[in-house]
């Protein structure tokens, strides 16, 4: 009789077993359980397919197309967003500075954490006089507040590089200096969570044991350790792109960033304040794709900091 | 106690070699500052050298740094161009409290400049810190004291909003909604832009009708990230073993809060406060050029526009010596408060 009773637990039990889930499943579970992170992913699409599908409807040539007659005409049928100064239309305008300020996100935050993960792996593995040397460094430059920093940077590289031509399209050399500015003015954060991860990893076994077979220095650094820290380095990379974003919009607002004709939505509002009264589609739109943009952002990594710790359970019931 | 703070002031020193070092050599390549000079006319060829040589931009970089930083009146400089030296320096160097003289505006001290304007910055960061703390401090307890209701839920996507939000567009929103369409709709408005109106002159009561956007934009955008900040430390305290003694104890719950559970969880944001100091002091830049309030952040964009390199480095190094005393304080005041940190 206890036999069979037995029996049948364990074939319920059997019947109950699931897979063991990956990390990477629980990490894509902890996610999507995170509704703000999900909500601020889709805006994201959203804002991607505005600012890159936009391209195929309307050309460059009439971003930058100015038509005098037009200045400052209120949103109409032709003009859904109005148009600017020199009578640009900013629906059109918006699309373009959207890819030139998402790009500047991206490629300044790519520049940081190349900066970060060097100076903190560097200075964490190595010790010693390096590793005094780069935190000096480091904590000299957290010393400047960086929007000073940065308006000094933009005035000294301002101008320094000729204009690019890529994919057919030309885009100011600002661009490239914003982006090189934002990523050297903002790596010291990052530097220091990787050098943080790298002193408590690199006294780890896996790493004496890289060590005895030999391994160099170079692929214990980049290979053993590295892969180990990359969680952090993503989080903060996410939310660095809102910074850098951010960052892009304060410097072009103040006329130290991008130059016209190209547009982006920082440049956009450059001058804006003296049309709050008479003008006020020149700032709201751009306005808005900001804070949209920025918002986004912030829910996406705030998940993905939820999502990659791996202290926060999940109740996969 | 004593040993650690000599010892935090001379790990100062190397920084603010560094910080100044690094800042002048971008400030001497930013642009010509006699360019603008003239004014309208255009500056003659020799007239251009006779200025460079005055105010000692011919001189090496190394030679500027080294006259901006200790002076030079223990040498001869070059006046006329002969190729002798035999004019006496003049100049004290930042060492001795000598920040030099602009040379936009020609002639006058530097620190006469900054002190000008740092009034107005005070005028308007003393009063906007001291309500960001006290609305951060209500709003993050009354939060975390509701977690997960409606309420919880408002405020926190609300200040995830404002921490998102750049400031020149709460500005630009503010002075469109209480400037303009208040004024359109035969309400009483509030002034958008400067620190009085010429007509009236700078009496208290304008002075106050023109710090208010400004303020608020200051207030809207701060708030944000303390709040979130104070609603996390209060959750993580709530949920402690005192906190729980003190209930069991019988205490009324409004004594377990403002007694127990603020005091800990307000203690963190000294810290935030005192990183946030400095970066008030230079004025929130953005936010005074929107409004043309004349503070530090404004003189600082004016004259970095014109290279105005004395007057630039003044305020960039006033800025990162509070950095470093805020930060310097801000540890005491933590250990003074919480008897559980020592330094040695």
Same mark, same amino acid.
Not at chain 1, 143 to 151: A, E, G, S, T
Not at chain 1, 178 to 193: E, N
Not at chain 2, 296 to 305: A, V
């Given at each position: 009789?206890?036999?069979?009773?037995?029996?049948?637990?364990?074939?319920?039990?059997?019947?109950?077993?699931?897979?063991?889930?990956?990390?990477?499943?629980?990490?894509?579970?902890?996610?999507?359980?995170?509704?703000?992170?999900?909500?601020?992913?889709?805006?994201?699409?959203?804002?991607?397919?505005?600012?890159?599908?936009?391209?195929?409807?309307?050309?460059?040539?009439?971003?930058?197309?100015?038509?005098?007659?037009?200045?400052?005409?209120?949103?109409?049928?032709?003009?859904?967003?109005?148009?600017?100064?020199?009578?640009?239309?900013?629906?059109?305008?918006?699309?373009?500075?959207?890819?030139?300020?998402? %790009?500047? #996100?991206?490629?300044?935050?790519?520049?940081? @954490? *190349?900066?970060? =993960?060097? !100076? &903190?792996?560097?200075?964490?593995? /190595?010790?010693?006089?390096?590793?005094?040397?780069?935190?000096?460094?480091?904590?000299?430059?957290?010393?400047?507040?960086?929007?000073?920093?940065?308006?000094?940077?933009?005035?000294?590289?301002?101008?320094?590089?000729?204009?690019?031509? %890529?994919? #057919?399209?030309?885009?100011?050399?600002?661009? @490239? *200096?914003?982006? =090189?500015? !934002? &990523?050297?003015?903002?790596?010291? /954060?990052?530097?220091?969570?990787?050098?943080?991860?790298?002193?408590?990893?690199?006294?780890?076994?896996?790493?004496?044991?890289?060590?005895?077979?030999?391994?160099?220095?170079?692929?214990?650094?980049?290979?053993?350790?590295?892969?180990?820290?990359?969680?952090?380095?993503?989080?903060?990379?996410?939310?660095?792109?809102?910074?850098? !974003?951010?960052?892009?919009?304060?410097?072009?607002?103040?006329?130290?960033?991008?130059?016209?004709?190209?547009?982006?939505?920082?440049?956009?509002?450059?001058?804006?304040?003296?049309?709050?009264?008479?003008?006020?589609?020149?700032?709201?739109?751009?306005?808005?794709?900001?804070?949209?943009?920025?918002?986004?952002?912030?829910?996406?990594?705030?998940?993905?900091?939820?999502?990659?710790?791996?202290?926060?359970?999940?109740?996969?019931? | 106690?004593?040993?650690?703070?000599?010892?935090?002031?001379?790990?100062?020193?190397?920084?603010?070699?560094?910080?100044?070092?690094?800042?002048?050599?971008?400030?001497?390549?930013?642009?010509?500052?006699?360019?603008?000079?003239?004014?309208?006319?255009?500056?003659?060829?020799?007239?251009?050298?006779?200025?460079?040589?005055?105010?000692?931009?011919?001189?090496?970089?190394?030679?500027?740094?080294?006259?901006?930083?200790?002076?030079?009146?223990?040498?001869?400089?070059?006046?006329?161009?002969?190729?002798?030296?035999?004019?006496?320096?003049?100049?004290?160097?930042?060492?001795?409290?000598?920040?030099?003289?602009?040379?936009?505006?020609?002639?006058?001290?530097?620190?006469?400049?900054?002190?000008?304007?740092?009034?107005?910055?005070?005028?308007?960061?003393?009063?906007?810190?001291?309500?960001?703390?006290?609305?951060?401090?209500?709003?993050?307890?009354?939060?975390?004291?509701?977690?997960?209701?409606?309420?919880?839920?408002?405020?926190?996507?609300?200040?995830?909003?404002?921490?998102?939000?750049?400031?020149?567009?709460?500005?630009?929103?503010?002075?469109?909604?209480?400037?303009?369409?208040?004024?359109?709709?035969?309400?009483?408005?509030?002034?958008?832009?400067?620190?009085?109106?010429?007509?009236?002159?700078?009496?208290?009561?304008?002075?106050?009708?023109?710090?208010?956007?400004?303020?608020?934009?200051?207030?809207?955008?701060?708030?944000?990230?303390?709040?979130?900040?104070?609603?996390?430390?209060?959750?993580?305290?709530?949920?402690?073993?005192?906190?729980?003694?003190?209930?069991?104890?019988?205490?009324?719950?409004?004594?377990?809060?403002?007694?127990?559970?603020?005091?800990?969880?307000?203690?963190?944001?000294?810290?935030?406060?005192?990183?946030?100091?400095?970066?008030?002091?230079?004025?929130?830049?953005?936010?005074?050029?929107?409004?043309?309030?004349?503070?530090?952040?404004?003189?600082?964009?004016?004259?970095?526009?014109?290279?105005?390199?004395?007057?630039?480095?003044?305020?960039?190094?006033?800025?990162?010596?509070?950095?470093?005393?805020?930060?310097?304080?801000?540890?005491?005041?933590?250990?003074?408060?919480?008897?559980?940190?020592?330094?040695?």
């Amino acid at each position: 009789m206890m036999g069979t009773a037995e029996s049948d637990v364990i074939k319920i039990q059997e019947e109950f077993k699931t897979e063991a889930l990956t990390p990477g499943q629980l990490m894509r579970m902890r996610f999507v359980r995170h509704k703000m992170a999900v909500f601020g992913l889709i805006m994201l699409v959203i804002l991607i397919l505005y600012s890159f599908g936009g391209a195929f409807i309307f050309t460059e040539a009439e971003a930058n197309f100015t038509n005098t007659k037009l200045r400052l005409n209120p949103p109409s049928a032709e003009n859904p967003f109005g148009t600017d100064t020199v009578g640009r239309d900013i629906l059109i305008r918006t699309i373009y500075g959207g890819q030139i300020s998402l %790009l500047i #996100g991206l490629a300044a935050v790519v520049v940081e @954490v *190349v900066l970060g =993960v060097l !100076i &903190g792996a560097i200075a964490g593995y /190595y010790g010693g006089w390096i590793d005094g040397l780069l935190m000096r460094f480091t904590e000299a430059m957290f010393n400047i507040p960086q929007l000073f920093l940065l308006l000094v940077m933009a005035k000294f590289f301002g101008g320094s590089v000729p204009d690019i031509n %890529l994919f #057919g399209r030309q885009f100011s050399g600002s661009v @490239v *200096v914003i982006i =090189v500015i !934002i &990523g050297l003015t903002s790596w010291m /954060y990052l530097a220091r969570i990787v050098r943080a991860n790298f002193l408590s990893l690199k006294e780890r076994e896996f790493v004496l044991a890289a060590h005895t077979t030999g391994t160099s220095n170079f692929s214990i650094i980049f290979q053993h350790i590295l892969p180990n820290s990359i969680a952090p380095i993503i989080v903060s990379g996410t939310l660095s792109v809102a910074n850098a !974003i951010l960052s892009e919009a304060y410097i072009s607002f103040l006329g130290l960033g991008v130059k016209p004709p190209t547009a982006t939505w920082g440049n956009m509002l450059e001058g804006a304040y003296n049309y709050v009264e008479t003008a006020p589609w020149l700032w709201i739109f751009p306005g808005l794709l900001i804070v949209l943009t920025v918002l986004s952002i912030n829910f996406v990594g705030d998940g993905l900091r939820d999502a990659v710790d791996p202290h926060a359970l999940v109740d996969a019931g | 106690m004593t040993r650690y703070i000599i010892r935090r002031i001379l790990q100062a020193i190397p920084l603010l070699f560094i910080i100044s070092v690094l800042l002048f050599v971008l400030m001497i390549n930013t642009g010509d500052p006699l360019s603008t000079m003239g004014g309208r006319r255009v500056t003659r060829p020799e007239d251009r050298e006779r200025l460079s040589r005055q105010l000692g931009l011919d001189q090496p970089i190394y030679k500027q740094y080294l006259f901006w930083l200790i002076g030079n009146d223990w040498t001869k400089v070059d006046l006329d161009g002969d190729g002798t030296a035999e004019t006496q320096g003049t100049r004290k160097g930042i060492l001795r409290g000598d920040f030099g003289t602009s040379m936009v505006q020609r002639g006058k001290e530097v620190t006469d400049i900054i002190l000008d304007r740092l009034p107005n910055t005070l005028l308007l960061m003393i009063p906007t810190e001291i309500i960001v703390i006290a609305l951060s401090l209500a709003v993050g307890v009354y939060s975390a004291l509701r977690q997960y209701s409606a309420t919880d839920h408002i405020i926190t996507g609300l200040s995830f909003i404002g921490y998102s939000m750049p400031i020149f567009f709460i500005a630009l929103v503010s002075m469109y909604i209480f400037g303009v369409n208040f004024k359109a709709w035969g309400l009483p408005y509030l002034p958008t832009v400067g620190m009085f109106d010429p007509k009236v002159g700078k009496t208290t009561g304008q002075v106050i009708q023109h710090m208010i956007l400004p303020i608020f934009s200051l207030t809207v955008i701060t708030a944000a990230g303390y709040s979130r900040f104070v609603r996390s430390q209060m959750l993580e305290v709530i949920s402690e073993d005192y906190i729980r003694t003190a209930r069991a104890k019988g205490l009324p719950n409004r004594m377990v809060i403002t007694g127990h559970a603020l005091k800990n969880a307000a203690l963190p944001l000294v810290t935030i406060v005192g990183l946030d100091v400095p970066l008030l002091l230079g004025g929130a830049v953005v936010t005074e050029s929107i409004f043309a309030w004349p503070g530090m952040g404004r003189l600082f964009i004016d004259h970095l526009s014109r290279s105005d390199t004395p007057v630039v480095m003044g305020i960039l190094m006033m800025i990162s010596v509070a950095v470093i005393l805020s930060q310097l304080i801000t540890d005491i005041i933590y250990a003074w408060l919480d008897p559980r940190i020592r330094y040695s």
